[in-house]
């Protein structure tokens, strides 16, 4: 089946490490997206890539990193500069076709003890 | 700067009422808008989507919503909601260069 793959689907880690969520993809699409969920304020932009070896922050990109050396991967790795690290993390997809649809993984829940 | 404006966070409904979520957007060129749904445990699925043409677009399971341009509104409706229904939805813009822009959510909760 086609679609997007974020694994694992719960991550504990403790304060100060640095740990890096998965996203794959085999819908042969060019760009691809990490987003954070919080309550009450939607989904946010962490960092984009519209090809590969290529990537751009987003809205929230500090303390975030990421790499794009596949199309089909584009791990994020959350820092212990990240204040706030707890949260939903989304990764996406699009086939860039120009009408901006994004297609979702089951998402990461990371939980910074 | 371009934003989306989801009024209601939390909305309570009982089965077979009428539903309309409301979404106003703020962006200056072409708009794509969207809405997507998170049922629980699932994956974000886009419900509907518009791009141009008829302001009256239909989605899946009897999603409608319309595209107001004069007003920058995108509201999503439901004649009649099921139990079912109950998930998180979030309406979006585009942003350019592939981006969305998303609200803040709205948790719909139907009772049976």
């Known amino acids: 089946d086609g679609g997007i793959t974020q694994s694992p689907k719960y991550l504990f880690r403790k304060e100060g490490q640095n740990v890096t969520l998965s996203c794959e993809q085999n819908l042969n699409h060019d760009a691809m997206y990490w987003y954070r969920q919080d309550p009450g304020q939607g989904l946010r932009l962490i960092y984009y890539s519209q090809i590969v070896n290529d990537f751009q922050k987003g809205d929230i990109a500090e303390g975030y990193s990421v790499s794009r050396e596949k199309k089909e991967s584009f791990p994020l790795t959350v820092t212990s500069a990240q204040k706030n690290p707890t949260a939903f993390y989304l990764c996406?997809?699009?086939?860039?076709?120009?009408?901006?649809?994004?297609?979702f993984g089951p998402g990461t829940r990371l939980t910074v003890l | 700067a371009q934003s989306v404006s989801q009024h209601n966070h939390h909305v309570i409904l009982s089965e077979a009422a009428s539903l309309e979520l409301g979404c106003n957007y703020s962006y200056g060129g072409t708009v794509n808008l969207f809405w997507y749904v998170q049922y629980p445990g699932q994956h974000l699925q886009l419900l509907l989507k518009?791009?141009?043409?008829?302001?009256l677009v239909k989605g899946i399971k009897g999603f409608e919503a319309e595209f107001i341009k004069s007003k920058f509104s995108f509201n999503l409706r439901k004649p009649s909601v099921q139990w079912s229904d109950t998930a998180e939805y979030f309406c979006?813009?585009?942003?350019?260069?592939?981006?969305?822009?998303f609200g803040a959510g709205t948790r719909l909760a139907v009772h049976p």
């Open positions: 518009y791009f141009s043409g008829d302001p």
């Open positions: 979006a813009v585009n942003g350019g260069y592939n981006k969305l822009i």
């Open positions: 996406a997809s699009n086939g860039g076709s120009g009408y901006n649809e994004q297609f």
